[in-house]
């Protein structure tokens, strides 16, 4: 993944500036953070040469870094005078530029004042240690919460079955703790009552069946209808995975209400019944949005990191890594996963916080012990036979199978997803959610491997075979020692297992298809992960009896011919579900360092790496997109893929709005009275106006954002004695001749707000070299000139819209700005 360095520095001592690709500029004191080195974009822009310069009380001229007016006296930002200036209207893109700048000025002025006292030095180490703390409280919250909803989850998807009539809060594992031996197929267990048991009836027979099976169907209605009802009411933004507007999100994008409280609480409610409701879905996804509702409501309480979207980035990267540590108990995973496939932005301190807060994570959640074991992972493996090289072939080939089933769930449920955006379907949410609930109880409860926690089907498949009477280790063979149990014919209940066990895969691939996306929490690595255990199982037996059958093969004489247990059909199992998940995400390192955490299997880390390369090219040479890519596309969300290559031949001129020929609002920098810039704002949309000289001239003078324009003149109407509507507006910087001598009301100078450094292209400029500039600097938008003289602005909605139009796509998916 591309990264882009955001510490731009820029001085703009006359309009007449000169950009020097390489140069460094210091903020003439001196910077011990050492954050001040740059590299400047040449803008190609020429400023008007009669323009006065502007020296500070030192006799020097003043600096501005990335356009916000910073005095070497007082090292502060005029602009944070007026209330708002530096925050974003919600489904806005934010200026990475900007907030970085900002913060680098901040830091400036609090290393500099350490030396004036103590309790400014107590300031500067408390800034310097605030991230720290930040990712600490996350990571502390994010261990609680997450063992919470376990312990919940466990709990009420047992309330399906039975309950517990000593203690009705115990899960049936708690419950039966006594009797010591839990197996997949419930044996007698005293202290657990099933519900045909508390009316009377017996635990077996068809009166109990009928009984166990209206309960687990009313149960999964209950906790459906709950959770819908919970997330249409509260909090709207809690359904669904989260992943795709979390990397949204990341990558720059506001979303108001998103991360906030509500969505946090009716999001680990929801989850818990949707998760108990017995739906195709997983909570792993979930987690991650839910540790980062965390991190983004902690944020606030360091100003640092609240008041400015840029640096929140940071803290909600490592949330994200958090999320993955508790859901999989994977902190190295989740930290991966952050940096490959969420983050647009991140640097090595964030790499550094985000282990951190994955590692606290992690710990807690330990120390929690939801699930009852020594263990934190979710499906830790006993064996640790070594692979056999031969097995790499069915290794690849379950690879290829995992990116065939990754894509067909993809299609369909994209498919079926912009059927519901566009249909009187998305109208009924909860109806929806009760009809998926419905078919799904109905048709899970009659097969066994459907009926269970979709959890413990997994580790069900992962398992090896030992004295047990699942079906699934029927076979025919004489049992001295659990730990050499050699190869032998599979018995009926193995055969018997395997068509159960297809007709589970077909079941749940299609209720996935239908769920993932419904108006619930719902995640979806634990339905991909059982979409690949069921083949990788099924072909993991299949190898085994091959080598049982023709033991003196070529194939298998050399490898299998001194080992009593050859072949371990729970890695098979253990292979394919990387596949499919690796498949359906697009995860490559992560998905591997996840799933040697989440099985304790590092011996099969090249099995695993072979399925996931395999299921990826697999995936790319069937379809363009993982699925949270393809659910930001159908969103319309503005999200420049980083991975993403351009390979067109189009010119900036080409892009930029308005075309040739047509009028470009422009704002000039001291001919336009307060009138005429509010009838320009409400004449148009732009969320911002180049400033030129005059109109005739059109030379660039700076670039001015709406939402500011709008705060300063309601301000200075509040707070300027004398501003009327035919008060002169002043962008020059220093005044001009019009301070000077004003006739009428006073004039209005809002030279604090302008950007005297806007990121600039010529006409003439590549799209290539455009997109990298907007993908590595994260831009807003950029100016367009021409010899100097303003022609047009891209914004980051023009690009992504050419884009699209280049792919012979529909430009007009991309809907916000």
Known sequence: MERFPLKATKMAATYQSVY??????????GDPSGEDDMVNINTGSQRAADTPTTPTSHGTFQLYEHGTR????????????????GQYEDFHTIDWQRDIARDRMRH?????????????????????????VCVLLVGICTGVVAGVIDIGASWMTDLKFGICPQAFWFNREQCCWSNDEITFDRENCSEWLTWPQVFGESRD???????????????????????????????????????PEIKTILSGFIIRGYLGKWTLIIKSVGLILSVSAGLSLGKEGPMVHIACCLGNILSYLFPKYGRNEAKKREILSAA???????????PIGGVLFSLEEVSYYFPLKTLWRSFFCALIAAFILRSINPFGNEHLVLFYVEYNKPWKFFELIPFVGLGIIGGCIAT?????????CRYRKYSKLGQYPVMEVLVVTLVTAIIAYPNPYTRMNTSQLIYLLFNQCGISNSPLCDYKRNFTDLNTIENAVAGDGVYRAMWLLTLALILKLVMTVFTFGI????????PSLALGAIPGRIVGIGVEQLANKYPKSWLFSGECSSDDDCITPGLYAMVGAAAVLGGVTRMTVSLVVIMFELTGGVRYIVPLMAAAMASKWVGDALGKQGIYDAHIALNGYPFLDSKDEFQHTSLAADVMQPKRNETLSVITQDSMTVDDVETLLKETEHNGYPVVVSKESQYLVGFVLRRDLNLAIANARRTIEGITGQSVVIFAVGGGPTLANPIGPPPLPLARILDLAPITVTDQTPMETVVDMFRK????????????????????KDVLRHVKQMDNEDPNSVLFN
């Open 519 to 526: 108006k619930v929490p719902c995640g979806l690595f634990i």
């Open 777 to 796: 600097l994260g831009l807003r938008q950029t100016l367009v000139t021409h010899n100097g003289r303003l022609l047009g602005v891209i914004t980051k």
């Open 70 to 85: 910073y005095s070497d006296a007082s090292a502060t930002c005029e602009a944070d005078d007026i209330p708002g200036i």
């Open 205 to 243: 027979g068809p009166g109990a069946y009928i009984i166990s099976y209206l309960f687990y169907i009313v149960w999964a209605l209950t906790f459906a209808a709950l959770s819908a009802s919970l997330v249409r009411m509260f909090a709207p933004y809690a359904c669904g995975s989260g992943i």
């Open 320 to 330: 994200a890594a958090a999320g993955v540590s508790v859901a999989f108990g994977a």
């Open 108 to 132: 400036r002025y609090i290393v500099k004042k350490r030396q004036d006292s103590i309790w400014d030095l107590i300031k500067g180490a408390h800034d310097a240690w605030s991230g720290w």
């Open 408 to 416: 067909i769930f993809i299609k369909a449920n994209i498919y079926w």
């Open 20 to 29: 020097k690709k390489g140069t460094s500029q210091g903020n003439g004191h």
